[in-house]
DNA sequence: TCCTTTTGTTTGTAGATCCAACAAAACTGT
DNA sequence: ACAGTTTTGTTGGATCTACAAACAAAAGGA
């Protein structure tokens, strides 16, 4: 007998002592590092009660007592850290050109950051699952020497990407309807870690949200463009999802209807208008096509070289970024937008004229310093954002198992 | 010494217990009449423990048993229904033109609805305050004739409300940084029940999410129009509200650069082109003062009649209107946008463009079933959103106190 | 009349937090 | 040098809650 009964689930003392762990684990993370009396003074939980989610924590070798103390009136105390030596969350991420993959250990320290140059247009969603794949194994092989147990695998593909980690459309990959995560989890062997996919932006901006200058604040958003442009929401301190998982599909709103034509058919998509493979084609001349980085940068050389026809062009990109970013700004209302992507190194000459665009198309009154800024991470965030979300599934209470 | 501590909060029994009466308080709402067995069967809590979480929400007066019986095998179970007697949640919305409250009980039935008129434009708000809290007093008094608690009054207003219940803009009644809720609460001699305000979208989503066709979904989107065009979004069960509580500002999206002037001195702003607003302004030639809703019958006995003029016009707002949900659709990704307000009774003309126009604009694949309808729960919906709020306070642990 | 079935309560157990008292380990002052 | 102060972290007991299993209650069926 099947229950049909899908409001809210009853909570129980694990689901207490689930939360409380990850209290404390929040805590040291951002506050590392700090006592059991810190932690019980700022958390309000009790001190015995700490002293015992501390014991347990380091148990599971999460957490580490040092050596270290403060020299202080009273007793000293016993500072705890994360334990960065037992485990490790992997990000990897699918782009048109290259293939990237970040592993980190619980205190967001890098223990590897590798790129790898990778066809995604043209070869066979076969061939391009086997790459990643070979990939992911060898970070796997890395981390396995260092001793180290894996938290979780995610990857990120720009495009749709369903609940059950099928990317439905990938434009920039030319894929539809790629069973990634499974095919993934049969390539390396259905691993007892779980394996996730899930869109670029969506995992960028969970590193934003974790690493980035404004960490922890509850609602973001991010604005990115490899090929196309696109879009992810923290809202409520949560990753804005949707009914299917496809949030954050901002690229062909159009924003000049007499534009350029886009790849969708219509004319003046925001994709069309400033993404950055369009800059490309404008500025360029030349259909962009690979590694998007050296166009940039040649982009980035002639804007400091002051050549008003590139200067002009960046200028209006600006105008409809700062123009989408109003929408998301006024349908979500974050603290901040962030530019992301191949629009970092734009942005000298991006962000005046969309800040500007912004501000006149913004309804709510805005706090100083809301607004507009360009993305303190640079390219890897989404695969940075891929173990972030790995992390976040661990502090959410996926703890891993006792000296598992 | 203050915490700056704002990570996630510690958990305690009382947040257990609090979990599973909101549970049993769910269950019973959305299965009621059933007997205990049947919850601890549906829920996966306890036979013993639903007894006693049972118990206290008897003994609390939010259920209640009833002598029915099921006529089968076995020993008769005792029904428990929602105790409709004790207590009261009440919505007020402020509309431009008239007031409406609404005081529901605990199973959703309306106890009252009251419509007034009211001159929002025009008045000082010191008046229009003081117009308010006299229908809530008169409100009050009638539920407290009837024997009730009031668990909660929730005031939705028209326009940008921030979180501490100052209504920043509401250009319908020309109010800029009003305290409402300060300033109710003050009329109100300090209620011992909260009194909150918000965004009139926001509470119609809310009584979409509870009472309306999609009651449950996760994932919602609202579109309404007064005499602007605002949004409500319920994002992964939760209202989006955003950093400064502004989400849902759709109303000067340019949809149509060299469309109409809006009111914020920009062209062709959906409010401009497909606000109930800007349709009679160009169907009836009029300027829409004081009560739309006359109006808006014309419109309709016109296009009943088949009018040429009326029907373009409808068709082509609807198109834009389209155009405005595609948005929401794209960057939020809600199982269905819900019309409402007004352009309930204009739908059988705006829908068919705007659903056309809304999937060809969006990107994601669509599950059938999908896309646009118009709202069933008619004119009411923000203030019955309103007492839906209280009534969600109250789920979400806020219970009355025993025999208060 | 007895058995079966289902309901709801009772009784005891386990788990987790909190409180208060205490022990431990430094610094401070005479 | 030594007691007093201050802060840290642990220990034992009380409390609260959910859970499991046994049991009592109330019907229908044979």
Redesign the interface.
Known sequence: ?T?T?????????T??RA??L??VL??VR??APCSRADIA?????NKATVSSLVGELIERRLLRETGMTERRIGRPATMIVLDGAPYAAIGLDVGTDQLTVIAVDLGGEHLLAWRRAFTGRGATPGRSVAAIAALARRALGRLADQGRQVLGLTVGVGG?VDPDGVV??ATGLDWRDVPLRDSLVRALGAPDYPVTVDNSANLAVLAEHRYGPYA????LAYLTSGPGVS?G?V??G?L???????????????V??GGPECS?GRRGCLEAVAGVGALIRRLAGTEPAGDLEPEVAGIVRRARAQEPKTLAALHEAGRHLG?GAS??A??????VVILGGHYVPLAPWILPTAGEALDT?V???Q?PG?GLVASALGHDAAAVGGAAAVLDAVEAGRLPLPTA
Request: with cysteine; hydrophobic share 40%.
């Open positions: 007998m229950t009964y899908t409001g809210p689930a009853p909570a129980d003392f689901d207490v939360t409380n990850a209290v929040d805590y951002t506050n003074a700022s958390t309000g939980l749709l439905r459309i922890g604040t509850p609602d879009a929401i809202a409520g949560r804005l999802r949707g009914a299917g998982g496809y949030a954050g599909e901002i690229g062909h709103f159009v000049d209807p969708c123009h929408l998301l006024n349908l979500v209302n974050p603290s198309l309804v709510a009154p706090p809301a």
